[in-house]
């Protein structure tokens, strides 16, 4: 955890998080605007289901490129300053720095997770529901979001170490944006092959079309899928590791 600690040290000055409050304000006004508008059409669909159901849509478009950008800022600092030899001379191993980077870009997606359930309470809250709140949900709903983002941050770890010039993790970050938004649009046996359409897909709660009106459908969180997505990920951590601990510098 020293390392780790040393990594949030080193971004200090990197506004990594005006950038995370930046982009986390634009992906809530849109979904609570979004929202508002499907319940002023439809005053008797509950607001919990919505909200989250659009949430977990916009985080399959922002999350990417967030996460990219993170993920970008925590690594560069590595290229720039050329900071792989000083390490080793200091005998601190190239295993140790890449698991300190994955904390602590996995800690920050955490912290948007969080005040991404405190904005959904607070704004169903003020349209005053007489339900309770969800707290199953909830944490279903963060529970999917953690473990996908897990992946892509594995990901984009692995290529912005790899690659000096952060524009194409960047440009990768934005691909990823775009896949998890229309990842719905997918076939099934095509979409479960980009990482990036989880955001959506282990979600808790489904939009579907019955009769020309829309329905909102709990299905709970797909076990099978956490369980794939997290394997998937400790190989994407494993092959990015090895990867970058043996690479020149």
Known sequence: MGYAALEFYKIRHKKIFLMIVFLLCIELFWAFMSGSISLSRDPDAVSWEVIITIIAQMNGLFLPILTAVIVSRICDMEHKGNTWKMLMAASVKREQIY????ICACS???FVIVLQLVAIVVFCQSKSLTSPIPWELLVQTAMGTLVTSMAVIALQQWISLAVPNQAFA????????????????FPGMVRHFFIWSYYNELSPIVMKYINSSVVYVTQGLSFPFVGGLLLFSVLLYAVGNFYICRKEV
Not at 99 to 102: D, T
Not at 170 to 185: E, Q, V
């Open 99 to 102: 698991a300190a980077k994955y």
């Open 170 to 185: 960047l440009c990768l970050g934005m691909l990823g944006g775009f896949i998890g938004i229309t990842a719905s649009l």
């Open 108 to 110: 920050l997606i955490l």
